[in-house]
Nanobody, 125 residues
Framework: QVQLVESGGGLVQAGGSLTLSCVAS????????MAWFRQAPGKEREFVAA????????YYADSVKGRFTVARDNAKNTVWLKMNALKPEDSAIYYC??????????????????WGQGTQVTVSS
């Protein structure tokens, strides 16, 4: 019932910034917690950030805390991941994910209900 489309990936130098967007289908976007994950070649999928279905709380992986910000606009059915002070180890395919009535912290797991196709982020040194 929910389709997710990511965009905004690209090539950026270390220390730079990039903002990713995820647009969701449907009219009940506000009922879903939203999260960002990433996967680099040869590595496991990794949790990055999440925002709860009420939009009142956020949760971040330690590796990105203080550098990345997740936000949502329910009127636009959109969630953003604002990435600052990028490092080469941030290079990965970034995916957005959704699960109904999920809190931010509860979304730090791999078996969420809905996933986008991903967008590539490459950080050069």
């Amino acid at each position: 019932q929910v389709q997710l489309v990511e965009s905004g990936g690209g090539l950026v130098q270390a220390g730079g910034s990039l903002t990713l967007s995820c647009v969701a289908s449907g009219r009940t976007f506000s009922n879903y917690g939203m999260a960002w994950f990433r996967q680099a070649p040869g590595k496991e999928r990794e949790f990055v950030a999440a925002i709860g279905w009420r939009g009142s709380t956020t949760y971040y992986a330690d590796s990105v805390k203080g550098r990345f910000t997740v936000a949502r606009d329910n009127a636009k059915n959109t969630v953003w991941l604002k990435m600052n002070a990028l490092k080469p180890e941030d290079s990965a395919i970034y995916y957005c994910a959704a699960e109904q009535y999920s809190s931010a912290q509860a979304m730090a797991r791999s078996n969420l209900d809905y996933w986008g196709q991903g967008t590539q982020v490459t950080v050069s040194s």
